[in-house]
């Protein structure tokens, strides 16, 4: 019944037109789980399905940022590049942002817990796609970038076990985020999965812990789903229906 339920709910992603906001996703958080790094989905491909975006780039090659329509590689020394658009991804969700929802708040936010439950406040409802775009003041901020992987590929949570590891204090910048629905699970990361870089766009990562002062919050709904499957023999040979929660929550949480 298990994967019944999943190609149904892949099927009305996929399918469904109605509602406004769409969100576009390469490759599946399964397949990136299992160590396919073996990006063949160019930033200009990317690039025209949206405008803000979160993933990673070919071999694992730092956290990827689409903010505003530029990209931004944060590499493993923890600074931010930009990109030629020729080069690749393995694994990118991104949609056109557009402001549904948008509040300020000046409370207190200790940590991810804290954060999801502000921003849980303020959905119509848990069962659609949000992108999420927070500009905060930040007393804290813990985050990571892994190196660049060389053949064969190691799954992703041994990679995260040795990661860089960088930590700021009183700095302001945006987090880069989506929420996809727990039902989504062996697609993406479901509820929050936060990239961070800074006002300018020096440093960034992968977001593990964080304290905010104030915030400005902007979220923008998806009701519509399209999801492209990479055309590769590592993909073709990757378990992408084997059941990783316990990966995510090492690797991406």
Known sequence: MKSVFYFLAA????CNSF?????????TI???LNG?????FSLKDLRS???FGIGTYRDLDGEMI?????FYQIKADGKVYQPELEIKTPFAVVTNFKEDITFKTEEAVTDLKVLGKLLDAKLPTENIIYAVKVDADFSYVKVRSVPAQVKPFKPLVAITKDQPVFEYKNIKGTLVCFRFPAFTEKINVPEYHFHFISEDKTVGGHLLEVKIRK???RISKSHNFELSLPKTAEFYRSNVSGNNKSDINQAEK
Request: hydrophobic share 30%.
């Open 11 to 14: 099927a009305f992603f996929c």
């Open 19 to 27: 509602g406004e906001g769409k969100t576009f996703q390469y490759s």
């Open 30 to 32: 399964n397949s990136l």
């Open 36 to 40: 396919d790094y073996n990006g063949s």
């Open 49 to 51: 399905h949206g405008d």
């Open 66 to 70: 689409l903010l505003d329509g530029v």
């Open 215 to 217: 915030a400005e919050v």
